[in-house]
């Protein structure tokens, strides 16, 4: 990285230098896909049964709501908003698809929420023009779904879309980022990667460049 790059990077990302929230979410997400609450029933003359495996969507649910968690502290300076739910186009007639993280400044149409602050739900309408961007999670990328960054773009005109994984495997990363970029993501950012024998393997500098990336566009 050139100096100019590094004093720009530095600069620009400030307080978020602090990775250690990003650090304890991957051991956390780590411990649950190291030892999953799965047990085998034997059945005789028959298939074993596995029981108590995680559903993709609560994998994907968790981080998607820990990662809101943490942008909301690091990205406190930009006087933005971050939340899950749907962005609204201009006639308020139709929906996007489902946004695991919204990145908006004000432009609020409607919130569902339940009862009060502390219910479970919290599902947010964005009108499309408050948008600033928006971070699709997925618990293992193994391949790059092509068809959301670009209903989000060509439909929603959202600029920055950015993908954000628990996990990529070492081997492919390289290649995963540049399928993300060519289908229309800002790039691939992952928790931690998956080597050859399937060993955790983090890399702090994802986080800082995820980041970086990030706030160059607020």
Not at 18 to 42: M, N, Q, W, Y
Not at 126 to 147: G, L, M, Q, T, Y
Request: net charge positive.
């Amino acid at each position: 990285m050139k100096s100019s790059t590094q004093k720009r990077f530095k600069k620009l990302l400030g307080q978020g230098h602090d990775i250690s929230p990003f650090r304890e979410l991957c051991a956390g997400l780590k411990t649950t896909r190291e030892c999953p609450p799965i047990f085998t029933i034997k059945k005789k003359g028959g298939k074993n049964r596995k029981l108590g495996d995680i559903l993709p969507f609560v994998r994907g649910l968790r981080l998607s709501a820990r990662l809101i968690y943490i942008l909301r502290d690091k990205l406190k300076d930009h006087k933005v908003e971050v939340n899950w739910g749907h962005i609204e186009d201009d006639s308020q007639r139709l929906c996007s698809p489902e946004c695991d993280i919204i990145i908006h400044s004000g432009g609020i149409a409607e919130r569902w929420n339940g009862h009060n602050h502390h219910s479970v739900m919290d599902f947010h309408f964005i009108k499309r023009e408050a948008v600033k961007a928006i971070i699709s999670c997925k618990s293992i990328v193994s391949n790059i779904d092509d068809d959301f960054a670009r209903v989000v773009k060509t439909d929603f005109k959202i600029k920055h879309t950015f993908l954000f994984a628990e996990a990529v495997k070492e081997a492919k990363y390289k290649s995963l980022f540049n399928k993300a970029k060519a289908a229309g993501y800002k790039g691939l950012w992952p928790l931690y990667r998956l080597d050859s024998k399937g060993a955790f393997v983090e890399n702090p500098q994802d986080y800082l460049d995820f980041l970086y990336e990030l706030k160059k566009v607020l």
